[in-house]
């Protein structure tokens, strides 16, 4: 019964997040929650009529014991706002959900944990800053937060997967399914080596209002979040002013005046709404952590399949640095149309990353 009481909290028309804590702290449980009469409803600081007749009529009840039997036939972890395994951190916040849907590994309640945001039309400018940030994070024994979207975010995890970071994809959804679909199988080694969280039930479909309440638990969940590249309006400036008011650290990377995807970054830093990092060690000195001396550098080997003898080759020349097309095709004894040709197909499969001047970094 507790668990479908605590389903049904959150099922509760015209009663939120902190109307539905209000509630919690007055009745003590969500079960007696469900059995209290309209007089002992009326009690309750800011409960009006409406809402008192909302949870009286409600087949919440009813409905949250369908979805119960649901999300342990999906194996699903229930995270209430009273257990001691509910995010902390998020607790602090006055908006934060009531309940959350878990699948993974992580520790939620991480010492320290990074939330990293950015354009979904990420530049090979954003995806390098967002490399190296996450290569030297790998030190710190940090847990990364991102939203597995397009661009910033999943550059994000995938990285994180790379350096052996545990990183969780916060979804905009029910954990039943993934959006985009093309992140299918990042997504299913992030259950390994992190997790994904939501606060939808599942079947929940991926609506365009859900992502500002995604951001809210992006922004929550953190010590700090790092917006690496962003346009003048999105996301991500969305979930860095969720971040001040929450009185989370908030730090930016700037780009050039002239460049759409740093405009926001840029706006941030001028408004005194982040802080500026030049590089990413910028970030672990500002936020005074030492590095873990258990953590030794880690970099798996997390490629696609079908990759030919000489993209591994090229592959293994780029581990040590960034190089040229013409340093690379006389390393790798190979004429230039086809060395381009590997070159790019890497590129496709989010291998490497092309910089100005025909240089070419791993991702």
């Given at each position: 019964m507790?668990?479908t009481?605590?389903?049904?909290?959150t099922?509760l028309k015209?009663?939120?997040p902190?109307?539905?804590?209000?509630?919690?702290?007055?009745?003590g449980?969500?079960?007696?929650?469900?059995?209290?009469?309209?007089?002992?409803?009326?009690?309750?600081?800011?409960?009006?009529?409406?809402?008192?007749?909302?949870?009286?009529?409600?087949d919440?009840?009813?409905?949250?014991?369908?979805?119960?039997d649901?999300?342990?036939?999906?194996q699903?972890?229930?995270?209430?706002?009273?257990?001691?395994?509910?995010p902390?951190?998020?607790?602090?916040?006055?908006?934060?959900p009531?309940?959350l849907?878990y699948k993974?590994?992580?520790?939620?309640?991480?010492?320290?944990?990074?939330?990293?945001?950015?354009s979904?039309r990420?530049?090979?400018?954003?995806?390098?800053?967002?490399q190296?940030?996450?290569?030297?994070?790998?030190?710190y024994?940090?847990?990364?937060?991102?939203?597995?979207?397009?661009?910033?975010?999943?550059?994000?995890?995938?990285q994180?997967?790379?350096y052996?970071?545990?990183?969780?994809?916060?979804l905009?959804?029910?954990l039943?399914?993934?959006?985009?679909?093309a992140?299918?199988?990042?997504?299913?080694?992030m259950?390994?080596?992190?997790?994904?969280?939501?606060?939808?039930?599942?079947?929940?479909?991926?609506?365009k209002?859900?992502?500002?309440?995604?951001?809210?638990?992006?922004?929550?969940?953190?010590?700090?979040?790092?917006?690496?590249?962003?346009?003048i309006?999105?996301?991500?400036l969305?979930?860095?002013?969720?971040?001040?008011?929450?009185?989370?650290?908030v730090?930016?990377?700037?780009?050039?005046?002239t460049?759409?995807?740093?405009?926001?970054c840029?706006?941030?830093?001028?408004?005194?709404?982040a802080?500026?990092?030049?590089?990413a060690?910028?970030?672990?000195?500002?936020?005074?952590?030492?590095?873990?001396?258990?953590?030794?550098?880690?970099?798996?080997?997390?490629?696609?399949c079908?990759?030919?003898g000489?993209?591994?080759?090229?592959?293994?020349?780029l581990k040590t640095?960034?190089?040229?097309?013409?340093?690379?095709?006389?390393?790798?004894?190979?004429?230039?149309?086809k060395?381009?040709?590997?070159?790019?197909?890497?590129?496709?499969?989010?291998?490497?990353?092309?910089?100005?001047?025909?240089?070419?970094?791993?991702?």
């Amino acid at each position: 019964m507790s668990l479908t009481c605590q389903i049904a909290l959150t099922l509760l028309k015209a009663i939120g997040p902190v109307t539905a804590k209000h509630l919690l702290s007055h009745f003590g449980t969500p079960e007696a929650i469900f059995a209290a009469t309209r007089a002992q409803l009326a009690e309750v600081e800011g409960l009006n009529v409406s809402k008192i007749t909302a949870i009286l009529q409600s087949d919440a009840l009813k409905l949250a014991a369908e979805h119960a039997d649901l999300l342990q036939e999906h194996q699903v972890k229930v995270l209430f706002y009273t257990d001691e395994n509910y995010p902390q951190r998020l607790k602090e916040c006055a908006d934060a959900p009531v309940l959350l849907y878990y699948k993974g590994t992580a520790d939620l309640n991480h010492p320290r944990i990074v939330s990293i945001v950015g354009s979904r039309r990420a530049t090979p400018y954003g995806k390098m800053l967002c490399q190296q940030l996450v290569a030297l994070l790998q030190h710190y024994d940090v847990l990364v937060v991102s939203g597995l979207a397009y661009g910033i975010d999943v550059s994000a995890h995938q990285q994180s997967l790379t350096y052996g970071i545990p990183t969780v994809g916060v979804l905009g959804h029910g954990l039943d399914r993934i959006y985009p679909a093309a992140h299918h199988q990042i997504a299913k080694k992030m259950l390994e080596q992190g997790g994904l969280l939501s606060e939808f039930l599942l079947n929940s479909t991926p609506e365009k209002g859900n992502f500002p309440k995604r951001n809210r638990i992006i922004a929550g969940l953190a010590d700090v979040v790092v917006v690496i590249e962003a346009a003048i309006k999105g996301g991500a400036l969305i979930t860095a002013g969720i971040a001040n008011s929450y009185h989370r650290e908030v730090y930016a990377f700037p780009g050039r005046t002239t460049d759409e995807y740093s405009e926001g970054c840029n706006f941030l830093i001028k408004t005194n709404r982040a802080g500026m990092i030049n590089e990413a060690k910028d970030l672990v000195y500002y936020m005074g952590w030492e590095a873990a001396e258990t953590v030794s550098p880690v970099l798996q080997e997390n490629l696609p399949c079908g990759l030919s003898g000489i993209e591994h080759v090229l592959i293994n020349l780029l581990k040590t640095a960034p190089q040229s097309i013409d340093e690379l095709g006389l390393k790798a004894d190979i004429q230039q149309g086809k060395l381009a040709l590997h070159l790019l197909n890497l590129e496709m499969k989010g291998v490497l990353i092309s910089l100005p001047g025909k240089i070419y970094q791993l991702i």
